[in-house]
């Protein structure tokens, strides 16, 4: 078995040359070109107040939305599965915007069913939310 010196370079190399150095500004150009922005954009502190009124997200979103009870639920047909029957009960009163659907389908708050909705991931999601604000 060769043994190989520890902590060699090869000839010519030169560690900071390239593209391969992170304050490379074509590095970062690279990196913004493959993946989007070199920053991630952070979620902004209030983003829970910024959210849409259920009301209004609910009813562009969910077919046959019916009025809301005394608790402020109402049910209309869940976009998730083939479904012609109301099975999906939404909060339209309350700012979490809560859901349920009854077919298994699983529930969960505002922000969740725009995850599912879209595919976005949680930080995403909000962003699209709130209107992509920083």
Known sequence: MTAFPRNTKPAGSNRRAGIAHKGNPAYVAALSALYGSAKATRIPANWRDRLPDPATYYS??????????????????????DDHNKSLS?????????????????GGDLV???????????????RDLIGGGA
Request: net charge positive; glycine share 16%; hydrophobic share 35%.
């Open 112 to 126: 969740g069913f725009h995850q599912r909705r879209t595919g976005l991931d949680f930080k995403a999601a909000v």
């Open 60 to 81: 562009q979103h969910v077919a046959k939305l019916g009025h809301p009870n005394a608790s402020g639920y109402a049910q209309g047909v869940c976009p998730f599965h």
């Open 90 to 106: 939404v909060c339209i009163t309350g700012s979490h915007g809560g859901w349920r659907c009854f077919a298994s389908c699983g």
